[in-house]
């Protein structure tokens, strides 16, 4: 499949999810790169305990890692994902970082209700695109999300899990593509699955976001810093 034509669902709901975006051969790449970057113990991103415990996220993460895995390069440098960011944010589209979110089986985490990108920075400022190797389904937690709260200031979150109205979950399979406004209230169900339940996620910027753009997640408890 070549680069998505319409992403009025994006800029309309602040997510759209196209089915199928990877091929088969793509997709054994994504698959093995992310075995082989979740291995690498070593090179996973220091954890900040308290907002472990406060978000309920006890992923491991690996931040701007995927250069040292050959099939992860290939796949965040290609020209599918070039002409899908660049579809988004045109000639301004510029590589922000990337993540890849390992759950492990047999822990049941979950990621609270947040944004990736504070309000005030607006919408369409970054982009996550994301990957799922694994897939996801019920057992293994989708990723909820609140259509239109990328462009509303006060969105009902009140609670770090709580059901929020007019939310979806999302199953987003194998070789699906989701491109998710950073600023649209998000969160990751629990995986209840005796299977790991990875998220691998290029995100891209336009060129005038500020750097930093990324820097503050907004969470039903407050703004974190994630650099402090
Ligand atoms: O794991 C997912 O489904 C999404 C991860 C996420 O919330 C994020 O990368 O901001």
């Known amino acids: 499949m070549n680069a998505p034509t319409d992403l009025s669902p994006l800029h309309r709901d602040g997510f759209v999810l196209l089915r199928q975006f990877l ?9 093995h790169g992310c075995r082989l970057l979740a291995g690498r113990v070593a090179d996973r991103s220091p954890v900040d305990p308290v907002f472990q415990s406060e978000h309920g996220s006890t992923s491991h993460t690996f931040v701007n890692k995927h250069s040292l895995v050959a099939e992860l390069n290939a796949i965040a440098s290609s020209r599918k994902i070039e002409a899908v960011s660049a ?3 045109g000639a301004d589209a510029v590589f922000h970082m990337s993540l890849l979110q390992h759950n492990e089986a047999g822990r049941s985490q979950a ?6 990108v504070a309000f005030r920075f607006g919408a369409m400022q970054m982009c996550n695109l994301l990957l799922y190797p694994l897939g996801t389904d019920r057992q293994r937690g989708g990723i909820r999300v609140v259509p239109g709260s990328h462009r509303t200031e006060h969105v009902a979150v009140t609670d770090s899990f709580a059901p929020v109205a007019g939310e979806r979950e999302l199953f987003p399979q194998p070789r699906d593509l989701l491109i998710l406004d950073g600023a649209c209230y998000h969160a990751v169900s629990a995986n ?4 790991d339940r990875m998220a691998f996620n290029l995100r891209f910027r336009h060129r005038q976001a500020p750097k930093e753009v990324t820097r503050y997640g907004e969470y039903p408890t407050g703004v974190v810093d994630y650099l402090s």
């Open 87 to 89: 579809q988004i944010f």
């Open 111 to 116: 990621l609270a209700w947040h944004r990736d």
């Open 192 to 195: 209840r699955s005796l299977e």
């Open 23 to 31: 091929d088969e051969g793509e997709h054994a790449q994504l698959a």
